[in-house]
Nanobody, 122 residues
Framework: QVQLEETGGGLVQAGGSLRLSCAAS????????MGWFRQAPGKQRELVAVINGRNVTTIGDSVKGRFTISRDNARKTVYLQMNSLKPEDTAVYYC????????????????WGQGTQVTVSS
């Protein structure tokens, strides 16, 4: 079974940095897009950043210039480097992939991790 697992969340002071990781597992042959979304209490889930298999990235307007996304295809892992964190970045951060192909030839669509909490104190 294909799964995504996020790590790296926690509590940080405003202006600080955190690095989130998301590892895919489950006999994976290839991964299309990987990305990060976040959801703060009482708000809709929003795009943070996504990256495709050729390392082309899309960064959300609210985090441009502060967050960067990267991926290691050999490790089947995507990273989110978050710098200059603000209290409004506080949210649960979710990893997502739009399409994963396993070695058995099965496609998995719109896969989500369990989420990791990021809290930025002022």
């Amino acid at each position: 079974q294909v799964q995504l697992e996020e790590t790296g969340g926690g509590l940080v002071q405003a202006g600080g940095s955190l690095r989130l990781s998301c590892a895919a597992s489950g006999g994976i042959f290839s991964i299309n897009y990987m990305g990060w979304f976040r959801q703060a209490p009482g708000k809709q889930r929003e795009l943070v950043a996504v990256i495709n298999g050729r390392n082309v990235t899309t960064i959300g307007d609210s985090v441009k210039g502060r967050f960067t996304i990267s991926r290691d295809n050999a490790r089947k892992t995507v990273y989110l480097q978050m710098n200059s964190l603000k209290p409004e970045d506080t949210a649960v951060y979710y990893c997502n992939s739009d399409r994963i192909l396993d070695y058995g030839g099965t496609y998995y669509h719109d896969i989500w991790g369990q989420g990791t909490q990021v809290t930025v104190s002022s």
